[in-house]
């Protein structure tokens, strides 16, 4: 089985436009001549069925070009972004990568060999196969950097099934689930996918605004970011039809801001885990955060208030790790839920949960509430440990305005009484010019 299916689909939109990149539109048919060129190409330098390749580069033609043919290789494909940072050689060591075609900013290539042998045997199996694969890797809860093998071939099922065409944004990049699923979704349905050079806001709105984006899809952080820089009011948006978000917990402030400020766009959250692929979703409404997940392929269970979930397209499991499936091929989540009838409220990983004497407090709760306070730009919580309660909360908090701590502390104190209870009220309070958080725009709350 290859992506003839997806070639096929891609020929029958060849005069429109498939990527803007550098704010020029490139059309299907030209990324299929840059598929074909690439098949050529890959022969030359040797590049046998099977390989483990590493793919530096951005959404360019050429890069995705590549990506097509690599999966028409049978390649496993190991993508390495900006986002890689410093963990790029520990990527390329454990995926085991015996190639890395680069393509740079003017979407030319070259290619390094590594005289690496292939030693995994969830690797060695799936080349045994005749499959192309994909590594994507993510940070667990311990900090390590798992990495996913997938059947790419599998991944790519879901977008059989023929959706809406529209114009998106790639906010999300290629080594990331949910890039993937933003690149193969557009091209499927004959969309265009718009490439951006950075994910600043302005940026973000102006190609918005240049090139007609109905689609924005990003996270929570992002919105948030959008909002304090005020970009949204510089450039006409109108074109925006849905903003998805996922990858954290969204604060209900934040999601109460956007939905007024754009009371016309749909907003929808969205499920997805490296491990597993992106799950179909649903929101219960735009000013909700209540979701039902699930799709084709795709089955959810609630236990003990952890989601589970069931996937056909679930990575074959971790080079570097053990696997996270039970027999029955479950996989726990580490995301605490509520449930109500068909749908759920993610209310964050289990990892971040801050136990203070034995009572469980949500960080994105008590976010949402200081993000109301006057002078409040952003907030980010998180536990510290104490001999006491086991754990006090912390809040990290960006000002507008330069404010003493003793007035903060109080105002926190006054504002929170009659809206949280005691245990999550914060105790310790830190002033920060900005707050930080990751290449792919989650908050870093440690």
Known sequence: MGIEWLIERMKQSSEEAAIVWRD?????????KALDLWQNQLKMENVQLGEVIALDGDYSPNACGLLLALINNKNIIVPITVASGVHREEFMTTAEVQAVITIDDKDEYQIERRPITVNNSLTARLKNMGEPGLVLF???STGMNKAALHNFTLLLEKYKVARKCMRTITFLLFDHIGGI????????????VVSVRSRDPEVICQAIEKHRVELLPTSPTFLNLLLISEAYRQYDLSSLKLITYGTEVMPETTLKRIREIFPNIKLQ?????????????KSQDSDSLKVKIGGEGFETKVVDNVLWVRASSAMMGYL??????????????????????DYIRILGRRSDIINVGGQKVYPAEVESI????????????????????????VARIVLHRPEELSLLKRRVQKFCKDKLESYK???????ENELQHTERYKKVRS
């Open 269 to 281: 959250q969205t499920y997805g885990l490296s491990e597993l692929g992106i799950l179909r979703s």
């Open 181 to 192: 699923n933003t690149l193969f979704y557009t091209l499927s349905n004959g969309g265009t």
């Open 138 to 140: 993510s940070s667990g």
């Open 24 to 32: 020029h539109s490139y059309s299907y048919a030209q990324i299929l």
């Open 370 to 393: 200081l993000m109301q306070m006057e002078n409040v730009k952003d907030a980010a919580v998180r536990g510290e440990k104490n001999p006491l309660t086991g754990n006090i909360v």
């Open 320 to 341: 570097n790790a053990p696997s996270p499936f039970d027999d029955q091929g479950w996989m726990n989540t580490g995301d605490l839920v509520e449930v109500e009838g």
């Open 425 to 431: 009220i914060p105790v310790k309070i830190e002033i």
